[in-house]
């Protein structure tokens, strides 16, 4: 992993990280917008095709973003919920000291 792509997935682990344990036990929307990132494009079809499809293009930072989402929820550190929010899991809660205490014994 290039040191540019480690600080760059680590600073944004914390990032995203950072506002679940904030809002827990509420849902955060986490987008591009959220964090102001780059925002990819939709790419429309020629007319001359006649479809009237569109392909959105990812930026990188989009991309970034989804895969280490992705990655978080894989590894059992955030729960998805309804589309683009997500919560923190207890994991998380108990790795950054933030479990409530009537759930500590």
Not at 28 to 45: A, F, H, M, Q, R
Not at 64 to 93: C, F, K, P
Request: charged fraction near 20%; charge should be negative.
């Amino acid at each position: 992993m290039s040191n540019d792509h480690e600080f760059s997935f680590s600073g944004l682990v914390r990032t995203i990280l950072n506002l679940l344990i904030d809002s827990c036990p509420l849902q955060v929307e986490i987008t591009v917008e959220t964090l102001n990132l780059p925002k990819g494009d939709y790419e429309k079809s020629p007319p001359s095709s006649g479809l009237i499809l569109g392909f959105y293009n990812q930026t990188p930072e989009e991309e970034v973003l989804n895969s280490t989402l992705e990655w978080l929820i894989a590894e059992g550190y955030i729960r998805a919920g309804a589309r683009d929010h997500y919560v923190a899991t207890l994991q998380t809660l108990k790795l950054y000291g933030s479990v409530p205490s009537a759930l500590s014994s």
